[in-house]
């Protein structure tokens, strides 16, 4: 059985006073005993690490970055490295997230680069791939799929140290989502490149998340899609309650 995984990416949103939001998605957390279904997962800003990590240090929810450098240490400046974030207490990165690939020209040469930088540092990787919805029109979005992983995932991926992320880019905070249908039809795809190309054995166990616009409202639905095994939410993951209504899906 695969334990699912509900992450909250809080993009570039937080302040110190944010971590009331966390005080109360804890409480909450704890009071549902809900950890016990599906593993959860906050992934802040850089700057709140620290402090989430300490605040949840006793709790099931674990802490994740967003993104990392892929060098260890270095004349980089701005740049944090993987290592950085797992010594701020995280144990998860997300690379590939389509933001960082529009934001910042992230090529899947690079994220490639980003995971192996994350694995190097003892964390566990959130990789996103998607398809554009100029792709998706026109009727390219496996092939677009196909090559996001073929030249993203490092060799050694796992089950512990690997989970992907399938992000339409027009569904990220649009309101918008895919027909369960034609989200059924990439995570298959998925699932079976990740038989073909990593192992039987991991490819049948590496979790694949569903990102771009899981509310409370749809989360139910999504979750019982087959071959999706959590989400990655993004607006919905900075209001506890929101959060915890998503997460509601896999009581
Ligand atoms: P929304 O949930 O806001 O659509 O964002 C999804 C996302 O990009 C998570 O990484």
Known sequence: MI???????????????????????????????QSNNCEILICPPATLITAFAHILSNSPIEIGGQTCHHAEKGAHTGDISAEMI?????????????????????????IALKTEAGWRAGLKVILCVGELLGERKADLT????????KNSIPDGATAEN??????PVWAIGTGLTPTTEDIAKVHDFIRKFLIENISAEEGKKI????????????????????????ALVGGASLKAEDFTGIIAAYQ
């Open 3 to 33: 334990k699912p995984i509900v992450a909250g990416n809080w993009k570039m949103n937080g302040v110190s006073q944010s971590v009331t939001e966390i005080n109360t998605l804890k409480a909450n957390i704890t009071e549902n005993d």
């Open 142 to 149: 496996l092939k677009v799929i196909e090559r996001q992983l």
């Open 207 to 230: 979790r694949i998340l569903y990102g771009g616009s899981v509310k409370p409202a749809n989360a139910k639905e999504l979750m019982a899609v087959s071959n999706v095994n959590g």
């Open 86 to 110: 797992k010594d701020c207490g995280a144990k998860y990165v997300i690379t590939g997230h389509s933001e960082r690939r529009m934001d910042h020209g992230e090529m899947d040469r690079d």
């Open 162 to 167: 690997l989970i992907i992320a399938y992000e």
